[in-house]
């Protein structure tokens, strides 16, 4: 049975993500045979897709982690490089033959954002890496604040974000699309929206049976996104190992 998984995007609530991912990868489900990433999801998703899941953990749950960060904006993009050090540095960067892996961003010319969606599987690391930080270069003012939706699509009619790839949540946070062409099986998402349920545009596109979705019980506020401090990340981490614990297996299999 073949199986693919979705990955949305989420800021510091990609804790919880990564915490289910470890439990389900402790527990047999290492590989996917497709990934559709977002954002932090396509970080945590490259490093379960490169068997550094001890990397990924780290990220969220050590002393080196993000906690406390204070975050600089370059041309009003979020300035994320020293947290990609780590993927760029990865020794081990095999992945499995006969998979894909997906990501997202918004592409900005002439003052119109278009989705792109890239199998990364194709390239090499470093390129692969590079393709995953356009799709986690998050508007982000001056000032230290996050840009909304609004402001975003002001900008882009504006022309002051022409010839930038921004964070695929601008377009979509959750994209099943490639994975109902790969024809999987199962699709898992794990989602970083408390209780997440599909868009009905998107229900009406697969058979509702193939799709199992793991999402937080706990709601958190969106102002969160940016909250890496120890004791967030370490609680929403813990939050969705339990939860991978104690999920069914058996849905992944029918």
């Known amino acids: 049975m073949s199986l693919g998984v979705c990955l949305p995007g989420g800021g510091a609530k990609g804790a919880f993500q ?11 489900i290492k ?3 497709s990934y559709a990433c977002t954002s932090i999801g396509a970080m945590n998703g490259y ?14 749950i050590s002393e080196k982690n993000l906690c406390g960060k204070r975050f600089k904006s370059v041309d009003n993009i979020i300035d994320n490089s020293e947290d990609f050090k780590p993927l760029y540095e990865l020794k081990k960067y095999r992945i499995p033959e006969n998979s894909s892996f997906y990501i997202n961003y918004l592409q900005v010319r002439d003052k119109i954002g278009k989705e792109i969606i890239v199998d990364i599987s ?41 010839g930038c790839n921004l964070d695929g ?9 490639p994975l109902i062409e790969n024809n999987v099986d199962k699709i898992l998402i794990i989602s970083t929206r408390h209780n997440f349920e599909l868009p009905q545009r998107v229900k009406e596109k697969i058979d509702n049976n193939k799709i199992v979705i793991i999402s937080p019980k706990t ?15 370490s609680k929403m981490y813990k939050e969705g190992y339990d939860i991978g614990l104690k999920f069914d297996l058996d849905l992944l299999k029918k």
């Open 122 to 162: 194709k390239f090499n690391h470093k390129n692969r890496v590079d393709y995953i930080k356009y799709s986690c270069a998050l508007p982000y003012h001056q000032w230290g604040e996050l840009f909304s939706i609004k402001e975003v699509k002001e900008y882009i009619k504006e022309g002051k974000f022409d």
């Open 169 to 177: 949540g601008m377009a979509r946070n959750t994209y099943i699309d």
């Open 18 to 28: 990564a915490g289910v991912l470890e439990a389900l990868y402790n527990r047999g």
């Open 219 to 233: 709601s958190v506020d969106n102002k969160e996104m940016l909250n890496f401090s120890s004791e967030f990340c």
């Open 47 to 60: 490093y379960l897709y490169t068997e550094n899941v001890d990397k990924m953990k780290k990220m969220w």
């Open 31 to 33: 590989k996917y045979d």
